[in-house]
């Protein structure tokens, strides 16, 4: 399995860090953060998630990835054969859901999560006063237009995902990587995440959470952060000073102080 999901184990320290990127990203969207934490004697798995390269299409299956439970099986399943228990697990975006999942399911596979810009829920629900960024009637119209037009929504949505700052690059790397997925899988696995509701297992964590968030995120308002902290139960929540939604892109160094500080004082090294 570790083949399908182009798996690698870094470092040789005793306590093991598993990343799990976003979507329209793969696992080198952790580059900066693997070098911090191996350099201080962290031992790191990194893993692309199922047809997020064109190495793991094979292992992307329509009916078991329609929701993210099957992405959180296949988590599940790829730490078992790695021998992995116990660890911290850094998740972003849809990789973050992803892991609260994996944790939920299979207790004792994690014993923190990091989490950055991550959301509970992505549409609003007024009955429980939750804010989520988007009514039903505008992810239903971003999907449509996905579908619609796949390139012309990715050069859209790319630089807007990405955020105004002094990286434009940014926004040129992701809207790359929009483009080069399989537009059909792309849309499958975007609308999975943005329908997806995880208020029930966020509020069951019982790991100690950090929630680390941008000034201004177009997907996750800080209203849709401080909820995933407040009933999370987090230990440390912060909002770096950045904009967009790739803190750990826009401002790495701040990531990894934050990253290595959780794990300093939550994990034993």
Not at 173 to 191: E, G, K, N, Q
């Amino acid at each position: 399995m570790a083949h399908r999901f182009n798996a690698h184990v870094l470092g040789e320290g005793v306590r093991t860090v598993v990343f799990g990127h976003g979507f329209g990203t793969d696992q080198t969207s952790w580059d900066a953060q693997v070098r911090s934490l191996v350099e201080q004697g962290y031992r790191v798995v990194l893993f692309d998630f199922a047809g997020a390269t064109p190495g793991t299409l094979a292992a992307y299956q329509p009916a078991r990835h329609a929701s993210l439970y099957g992405f959180a099986e296949d988590l599940v399943l790829l730490l078992r054969e790695l021998g992995v228990s116990k660890a911290s697990y850094v998740g972003h975006s849809l990789g973050a859901a992803i892991g609260i999942l994996a944790c939920h399911g299979e207790p004792g596979l994690f014993d923190s999560l990091q989490l950055l810009a991550a959301s509970a829920r992505y549409i609003d629900d007024p009955a429980q006063h939750y804010v989520g960024g988007f009514s039903p009637q505008e992810v239903d119209s971003l999907l449509d237009t996905m579908h619609g037009d796949y390139v012309a929504w990715a050069n859209g949505f790319g630089p807007l995902a990405a955020g105004r700052h002094e990286k434009p690059t940014l926004a040129i790397d992701f809207t790359r990587r929009l483009l080069s997925l399989r537009p059909d899988v792309a849309c499958a696995v975007f609308a999975a995440a943005m329908r997806s509701d995880l208020r029930a297992e966020v509020e069951a964590i019982r790991v100690p959470l950090q929630v680390l968030q941008t000034e201004s995120d177009v997907a996750v308002p800080l209203a849709a952060a401080n909820w995933l902290a407040e009933h999370g139960r987090a230990r440390d929540f912060r909002v770096i000073a950045t904009r967009g939604h790739f803190p750990q892109l826009a401002a790495p160094r701040a990531i990894n102080a934050a990253l290595l500080d959780f794990l300093h004082v939550h994990t034993h090294c």
